[in-house]
């Protein structure tokens, strides 16, 4: 117990860390078996969600109880080999994320406009 009080002590952690990490790269067939026993080595997990779309095959979701776990699972896990694939660990920025899905919705309403009024990208050059 006295060491986890150290731990949270005076500790200050950057702006960016938070209990939610965003992981890339997993291998397509991995398991959430498989994932807790990676991710459970650095703490107590709420929360794992592995993607299953086109979109999102090979990534995940994994959200921490204590915001010190995930710090300490970005620090070791960044990099990690696994089925011959190197994690990419981060820590999930909202922001970020939906301006990539905001963009994305542009483009598709862009695309059905261009298709609606039968506009192709000649015609706009």
């Not at 009080?5 to 291998?27: D, F, W």
């Not at 905001?102 to 000649?122: F, I, N, P, S």
Request: hydrophobic fraction near 35%.
């Amino acid at each position: 117990m006295a060491a986890i009080s150290l731990r949270k002590g005076n500790t200050r952690l950057p702006p960016e860390v938070n209990r939610v990490l965003y992981v890339r790269n997993l291998p397509f067939n991995i398991t959430s078996e498989e994932m807790y026993d990676i991710f459970g080595k650095y703490g107590a997990i709420r929360q794992i969600r592995i993607g299953t779309n086109k979109d999102t095959r090979g990534t995940a979701f994994v959200v921490y109880e204590d915001i010190y776990d995930a710090k300490t699972a970005v620090d070791h896990l960044s990099g990690f080999n696994v089925a011959n694939r190197y994690l990419i660990v981060l820590y999930y920025q909202h922001a970020k994320m939906s301006k990539k899905f905001d963009q994305k919705k542009k483009e598709e309403e862009l695309t059905k406009l261009q298709e609606k009024y039968g506009v192709t990208a000649k015609d706009l050059k």
